[in-house]
C-alpha cells in the first residue's frame, strides 16, 4: 500500500511539472510599481493585432512591446470592448460611458443618461453591442439605435447587471444580483435564480457562452455548467476550484475552460481540473478579474499585472 | 519553471494528498478554524433607518421597542462577542431619540434610548461610538458638514449628549455621521468637518475615541496627496465601507483597495484602519428596496478578503439583519436568524 503511495506520488509530481513546463508563462505590467494602472478590468485586441488594457487608472495600449496611455487618463476603467467595426467602448466608474473610433480622440455617450456606470460591455454575433449597468439594466446598440431593458421587460433579475455573454443562438444571458437571464428577441426571456434552478448563488459575476453554446456561470458561491436543460456546479469542495469565488471565464481555442477566481486561475479540459496560483506557477496575482483568449494564448488580467499562458 | 516554484509545487503537490481527501469530503470545510480571517469587532446601531425603503423591516418595530427590548438587543449583540457598537443618529428629521433641549423627541414606547442602550452597555462591556447627528436632513451631507447653522445646534447637542451621557463606561467616543464619499482623495470639506467635531469632541470628552466612515473606498487614490490628506485628518479611525453590499464592488476585490489603504494609512502614521464591512444585499434594486442579510458564504469571502489589512471589521449592520433566534427584541427580516446562526456556527469553530 506504501509503495502504491510513493508510485503515485511520484507519478502526480511528474505530471505536475510536465503540465506547468508544457506552458510558457510571461508576465506584463503597466507600472513597476503598486499601481492601480496595473489592476487590470479587460483585455482587448484592435483589428491590427494590438493589445489594450483597461485597468483602475486608465487606458493603455501596448506598441512596439511599450505601454502608452490611451486616453481615459486616471479613469476607474471597470469595462473596456472594442467592437467589431474597431470601436473602443469604456466604461469607467463615475465617468459613464466613452468611445473612440480612432483609439485617440474619445466621446462620451449622452444618448444613454443617466447610466449610472457601465460594468460591462460585450456585443452578439450580430454586431449589436450590449451594455451592462451598475442600476440602470441592460442597454444595446444597433444601427445607432439605443434601446434600454428594464427588469420588467426582459426577467432581469435586478437593474444591476455584472455580466452579458452572447451565444451563437442568439440568446443574450444577464447576470445580475438576482440570478441570470437569458433573452432572445424571439423566444422571450427567463430568470434563473437559486429559487427555481439549481444555481448556486444569485450574485453572477461572470459568464461565457462555449463553441457549444453552454453557458458557464460564474457566481460568488461556484460555477455553474447549463446546458440549456442541465446543470453542472463545479466548486472548491467537489472539483478542487481554489475558491468558490468566480471573477472571469473564458473558453480557450481547444474549448478548454478557464476560470478565474481571487485565489488563482483554473483550466477545464473537460476531464480534469489544474489551477495555477501564484504559489505553484509563474501567475502574476492570483485576484483573476478578466481572462482573453488570442491566437492560442490566455491574457490573464489580475489586481497585479497581466499573466500571459502560451500554452503547447 | 524555476527552482523555487518547483519546490514549491512539490511541496504543495504532497501536501494536497495528504489533506486533498478530508477537504474534498468535507462540504462544511469553510467552518474549520481558519485564523486568517478577523471575526466581526462590531456593529452600527440605529435606532431609526434614514431611508424608509431600506429600513422596510425595522422601522416600524423599533418605536415600539421597550427598554427591557432595548436592553436585551445590547446584550445580544455582546454575545457574538462584538465589542464596538457605532450609534447611527442621535436625531433625524427634526426630533430627537432622547430627551433633549433642542428639538422634540420621537415618540418612542422607551422614554430615552440613548440611555437605555448606553446602560446595557455598561454592563456586557460594549464601547460606544456616539453620534453627535443628524441636526438636519441626513440626505443632505454636504449642508450638514458646511451649514453654520447646523454647526452651531450640533456642537450644542455634543455640549448636551456629553453633559447627559458621557458618564457612562461605555461611552467610548464619537461618531461623525456625515458620511464623506472619498473620489480620489479627502477633501477639503471633510477635512474641515471632521476636524471641526473632534476639536470639540476632546474638548467635552478628552479621552473619546472617534470614528468617521467614508465611502467611495475604491475611487481612492493611494498616493502621497491621499497620505497627506490623511496626516491633515483629526480623528482616530477610519473604518472605510467596503461596498459590497451597495453593489459598488464585487466580493473578492475589496481586499486590494485596503491593502493601498494599510499602506497609506502606515505611511501616515495617524488614524488607524478598521472596515465598514456591509452584511446586507438589497432585496430588489439597489437604493430602491430593502436591505436583507446577505448569504454568510458571501459575509465570510468578505471578511476573508479584508482581514490581512484593517485591525478590526465593523458590520453595517446588526439591527434589522441578524437576530438571534428567539430573541426577545427580534427586529428585520426572517432570514436574520440564518445569518445570526451561520455566523455563530462559524465564530465558534475558531474556538
Known amino acids: 500500500m506504501k509503495t502504491n503511495r510513493k508510485i503515485f506520488l511520484l507519478l502526480f509530481l511528474f505530471i505536475t511539472v510536465c503540465s506547468f513546463s508544457q506552458n510558457k508563462w510571461?508576465?506584463?505590467?503597466?507600472?513597476?510599481?503598486?499601481?492601480?494602472k496595473n489592476d487590470i478590468s479587460a483585455i482587448q485586441f484592435d483589428k491590427a493585432g494590438n493589445m489594450?488594457?483597461?485597468?483602475?487608472?486608465?487606458?493603455?495600449?501596448?506598441?512596439d512591446g511599450k505601454w502608452e496611455s490611451a486616453g481615459n487618463q486616471n479613469a476607474y476603467i471597470q469595462a473596456f470592448y472594442i467592437d467589431n467595426q474597431n470601436a473602443k467602448w469604456v466604461g469607467a466608474w463615475g465617468g459613464g460611458l466613452s468611445k473612440s473610433d480612432d483609439g485617440a480622440s474619445w466621446t462620451t455617450i449622452k444618448d444613454i443618461q443617466p447610466a449610472g456606470a457601465i460594468n460591462i460591455v460585450t456585443a452578439d454575433r450580430e454586431g449589436t453591442v450590449w451594455f451592462g449597468d451598475w442600476n440602470c439594466g441592460?442597454?444595446?446598440?444597433?444601427?445607432?439605435?439605443?434601446?434600454s431593458y428594464k427588469p420588467e421587460q426582459i426577467s432581469l433579475g435586478d437593474n444591476t447587471v455584472t455580466s452579458i455573454a452572447c451565444d451563437s443562438k442568439n440568446n443574450k444571458w444577464f447576470g445580475t444580483y438576482h440570478g441570470i437571464t437569458v433573452y432572445n428577441e424571439l423566444t422571450g426571456s427567463k430568470l434563473y435564480n437559486r429559487e427555481n434552478s439549481k444555481l448556486p448563488a444569485n450574485d453572477v459575476y461572470s459568464l461565457c457562452a462555449d463553441s457549444k453554446n453552454n453557458i458557464w456561470i460564474g457566481t460568488t458561491n461556484g460555477l455553474a455548467w447549463f446546458t440549456g436543460k442541465s446543470?453542472?456546479?463545479?466548486?472548491?469542495?467537489?472539483?478542487?476550484?481554489p475558491s468558490n469565488l468566480i471573477l472571469s471565464i473564458a473558453e480557450d481555442q481547444k474549448g478548454f475552460i478557464w476560470v478565474g477566481t481571487d485565489k488563482g486561475v483554473s483550466l477545464f479540459n473537460g476531464k480534469k481540473w489544474t489551477t495555477y496560483t501564484v504559489e505553484n506557477s509563474p501567475l502574476v496575482d492570483n485576484r483573476v478579474q478578466t481572462i482573453k483568449v488570442h491566437q492560442n494564448k490566455i491574457f490573464i488580467g489580475t489586481g497585479k499585472g497581466i499573466s500571459i499562458v502560451e500554452c503547447n | 519553471m524555476d527552482r523555487r516554484n518547483f519546490l514549491k509545487t512539490c511541496g504543495l503537490t504532497s501536501a494536497s494528498l495528504l489533506i486533498g481527501s478530508d477537504a474534498f469530503a468535507n462540504p462544511f470545510s469553510e467552518l474549520k478554524r481558519t485564523p486568517q480571517i478577523k471575526p466581526i469587532m462590531g456593529s452600527w446601531f440605529e435606532f431609526t433607518h434614514g431611508y424608509a425603503p431600506e429600513g422596510k423591516y425595522w422601522n416600524s418595530v423599533l418605536p415600539q421597542f421597550t427598554e427591557a427590548q432595548w436592553k436585551a438587543k445590547v446584550w445580544e449583540i455582546s454575545e457574538t462577542g462584538m465589542q464596538y457598537l457605532v450609534l447611527m443618529a442621535v436625531a433625524n428629521a427634526g426630533k430627537t431619540f432622547y430627551p433633549s433641549k433642542l428639538q422634540p423627541q420621537y415618540d418612542y414606547a422607551c422614554s430615552d434610548p440613548l440611555e437605555t442602550i448606553l446602560s446595557a452597555a455598561d454592563e456586557c462591556g460594549i464601547k460606544f461610538f456616539v453620534s453627535n447627528d443628524f441636526w438636519g436632513n441626513w440626505e443632505d451631507g454636504n449642508k450638514l458638514m458646511t451649514d453654520s447653522d447646523v454647526l452651531k445646534l450640533r456642537e450644542t447637542a455634543m455640549e448636551e449628549i456629553a453633559e447627559k451621557y458621557s458618564h457612562h463606561k461605555s461611552f467610548y467616543g464619537w461618531y461623525y455621521p456625515n458620511e464623506s464619499g472619498l473620489w480620489n482623495t479627502i477633501d477639503e470639506t471633510t477635512i474641515n468637518y471632521v476636524n471641526r467635531c473632534n476639536k470639540v469632541a476632546k474638548e467635552l470628552t478628552p479621552h473619546s475615541v472617534n470614528l468617521v466612515a467614508p465611502y467611495g473606498t475604491k475611487s481612492i487614490r493611494l498616493d502621497d496627496n491621499y497620505v497627506r490628506q490623511l496626516e491633515r485628518l483629526d480623528v482616530d479611525i477610519i473604518a472605510y465601507q467596503d461596498e459590497i453590499g451597495v453593489k459598488k464592488t464585487k466580493v473578492g476585490y475589496a481586499g486590494k483597495y485596503y491593502e493601498g489603504l494599510y499602506k497609506a494609512h502606515a505611511k501616515a502614521g495617524r488614524a488607524r484602519l478598521w472596515a465598514d464591512m456591509e452584511i446586507f444585499e438589497f432585496e430588489y434594486d439597489v437604493y430602491?428596496?430593502?436591505?436583507?442579510p446577505a448569504d454568510f458564504n458571501r459575509i465570510l469571502k468578505q471578511m476573508e478578503d479584508i482581514s490581512p489589512f484593517v485591525e478590526n471589521i465593523l458590520v453595517y449592520q446588526y439591527m434589522g439583519i441578524m437576530n438571534k433566534p428567539g430573541s426577545s427584541a427580534f427586529v428585520g427580516h426572517p432570514g436574520s436568524t440564518k445569518l445570526y446562526t451561520d455566523y455563530m456556527n462559524w465564530l465558534k469553530a475558531q474556538e
Open chain 1, 231 to 241: 446543470w453542472t456546479i463545479y466548486k472548491k469542495e467537489n472539483a478542487g476550484l
Open chain 1, 52 to 63: 489594450w488594457a483597461g485597468t483602475w487608472c486608465g487606458l493603455y495600449k501596448m506598441i
Open chain 1, 26 to 36: 510571461t508576465t506584463l505590467r503597466i507600472s513597476d510599481t503598486f499601481s492601480p
Open chain 2, 288 to 292: 430602491k428596496s430593502a436591505l436583507i
Open chain 1, 138 to 147: 441592460v442597454l444595446s446598440l444597433k444601427n445607432s439605435k439605443w434601446t
